[in-house]
């Protein structure tokens, strides 16, 4: 013997298919519906994923040191103590908390070739510790990159390099001012060339030993910045408690904090994808109200039969609402099977160079790596279904609230 | 006969008005969230570039051929105050200033930048930038004194400066030879673009010809005005330049190649948007007329053994899906309109612009456009697709045979 769901159940898969054709285009519109959702997502979220990214990456870290005032006035006269003078800041960014940290000196500077004269960001670094933290160590694609705090090479960006109209292995001129106002002037070669995804980064920064900016700035042994990363660029504001405790009077800013623009952006994001989901929902459930009102209406009559036999109107809603859940269910397993299938063959970036120099101004560079987020398919998911349910409630109570003898004897409208 | 065909579709229309109504219900939302998107982009995009360009850029500069992608100081335009008033003769246009640039190294008492300079003519460069109108602090340029500086924010403060205190200027001149100057500062600005208030200066050009070693040369002639006379202006310059083939002229786009690609880039991912929103619609449409023509078979079957054609009965789905198209995209448009024509009038803002606004420097409230090329394409396209989708009901009822049909319940 049927149990009554199981009965239910039944009708409803046969019901579904008894217009083949309009429950086809009907699960079609729900998997492109939701292909849209996911795939517009995964695009967004991985345009800002790479905004993030690069910004991390261009020498900010997840948490950044500095001297009180030097963010608004980066001068060389406002430096922090070296890491090594402060044994409780040592410890906490050599244990495992920090995954990687490098102290660096920055100074703005002027840069001299033969033929053009330039601004750029002098950054003197340790290229042992800097390795892993930022851009720079992966960056060097002509030449070497810099052998130790001390090397006498600088590195130079492929554009400034094009721009100053010299070549790797040549001598330039850099003119900064040390602590006491005169301007500091030493010529050096250039020992590589880095190449980034913007061309910004490659203009503005020439890259040093940190030694040899000190010797050259005659300093002693204080340091500009100190920047570190932790484990992952969320949830950052326990560790940044903690650096902020142990560096005592200094400024202490997560990536957050320095670039709040990023910050506003991310959560921008979510409202956007929020809206985005929802609009789409709302598209797709004049559809599915519509192919369910016709679907009740066209078996009024046996509704009214069903009825007259004894099926209990909550039967016949739930009847109507599985219909309903089914043509959901197998519509969203197509289109996440639609989605998984699309960006399978973009899961290593999609070219976008043509409208490169648009997305330098945005701050991106030009391959675009599509990131699926576990979450935003699950609320994509989440909101078809149960909204959708929600849209079907009406065709469905319409359908339980017909009186038999009125059903049956009405043949037609 | 066809106003047979016109009354039966109209007819049948209203067999299920629910249905109908869901229908032109769901296209009226495509049409007006399209209108408010598309109006809502337009706006954004013309703010974006109305306030980029007027800061300095202009909307179109003359410059020697190469300077724009190599800006060396030797690629000058000679004789540049006779053909910017040249220009101004043939545009009729008073907004044509001239310019020159160069890099130096920038010293105030504590402190030594390098900063760009530019030369600007003061009596000319109110009408193409609004920079000289961002002064924050003394006074812009007047015009009077030849040797006096305005000054970027940030490059203020870095340098420690306010207005009163004198700058150091040493840089390398057009031939090669040493620039350099001592120069009071009147004035500071604040344009809100980090780049231009972190680097840059502006002095007299006659000063900085002087002190750079420019002769009557300059680097570019910016000429402004109002972007729908564009071409009109351009049509006058680029006679001005017919005997000099050292010269070139050119637009925004050429001059910011950023701004023009990120807004490509931002109108081709928002059209993905609006085509899965169209599709969706669309097959809401296939939807409701494949229902409506499977639910008369029996009855085009006897149409059919009365001898009505296929081809009319076509025409009659046809007539039907355009009336159901047309309403909604009339609804649509209507709505679409107010909607938009409010945001117009009271603007519109959302959270998060301030810090958008301060980044691609636009206002943080928009105004839609209203035009018909931000009325017209989302409403039209979802009334092609709508009736591209129509198009499969019909061939289904091709097929069908009087009799086969007259069978069917």
Known sequence: MKTPTFMLITIAWRNLWRNHRRSLIMLTAIAIGLWGMIWMTALMRGMVDQMIDSAINTLSGHVQIHAEGFLDDPSIERTLPPVRDNPALQS????????????????????????????????????????????????????????????????????????LETKSGRRIVLMSQDPDN???????????????????TETSYVFAGIETVRAMLKMGDGVSEISLLGPDYRNLDALAADVRAAAGKADTKTWLELDPYMATMLGVMDGVILIWFSIIFVALSFGLVNTLLMAVFERTREI?????????PANILIMVLVESLIMLLIGLLAGNLLSWLTILPIQDGIDISGVAAGLEWAGMSSTLLPAVKSSDVLLANAIVLVLGIAASLFPAWRASRKVPVEAITRIWQ | MTNTTTLLAWRNIWRHPRRTLLTIAAMVFADVLLIFMLGLQLGQYRMMIDNSLAIFTGQMQVQADGYNDEPYMYRTIPAADALAEDIRAR????????????FALVSSETRTLGAQISGVDPQFEPRVSTLPGLIKQGRYLDGKADNEIVIGSTLARNLRIEPGDELTILGSGRDGSMAATVTPVVGIYESGNRDMDRMMLSMPLDT??????????????????????????????????????????????????GLKQAIQA????????????????????LNTMLMSVLERTHEFGILLA??????????????????????????GILIGAV????????????????????????????????????????????????????????????????????QAV
């Open chain 1, 92 to 163: 906490l960014l050599d244990s495992a908390r920090v995954t990687h940290w490098s102290e660096r000196i920055r100074v703005p500077a002027v840069i001299r070739s033969e033929r053009d004269v330039l601004g750029v960001t002098l950054v003197g670094i340790d290229p042992q510790q800097e390795s892993g933290l930022s851009f720079i160590a992966d960056s060097v694609t002509e030449g070497e990159y810099l052998a130790g705090v001390d090397d006498r090479h600088v590195l130079v960006g492929r554009k400034l390099l094009e721009r």
């Open chain 2, 339 to 406: 909607v938009v024509g409010y945001y117009l009038v009271n603007g519109f803002t959302y959270p998060g612009m301030e810090a958008m606004g301060e980044r691609f420097n636009i206002p943080s409230v928009l105004r839609p456009e209203v035009s018909l090329r931000s009325l017209l394409p989302g409403p039209l396209a979802v009334f092609l697709a709508t009736m591209l989708a129509s198009l499969y009901p019909i061939l289904h009822m091709r097929k069908l045979r009087p009799t086969e049909a007259l």
């Open chain 2, 306 to 331: 009365l001898g009505v054609g296929h081809g009319k009965l076509g025409r009659m789905i046809v007539t039907e899906s355009a009336v159901l198209a047309t309403t909604g995209m009339l609804i």
């Open chain 1, 304 to 312: 009214g039969l069903l009825q007259a036999l004894g099926m209990p």
């Open chain 2, 266 to 285: 931002d109108f081709t991912s928002a059209w993905f948007m609006y085509a899965v929103l169209i599709i969706l619609v669309a097959f809401g449409m």
């Open chain 2, 208 to 257: 900085f010809r002087d002190v750079f070693s420019m002769g009557d040369t300059a680097h570019s002639i910016v000429i402004g005005g109002e972007r729908e006379r564009a071409d009109r202006i351009a049509t006058g310059a680029q006679a001005a330049l017919a005997d000099k083939d050292s010269l070139v002229l050119l637009d925004w786009e050429t001059l910011m190649p």
């Open chain 1, 182 to 200: 005169n301007i500091a002037e030493r010529g050096f070669r250039i020992g590589g060339v880095f190449d980034t995804d913007l061309q910004v």
């Open chain 2, 91 to 102: 545009t009729q246009l008073e907004a044509v200033a001239t310019r020159g640039y160069g």
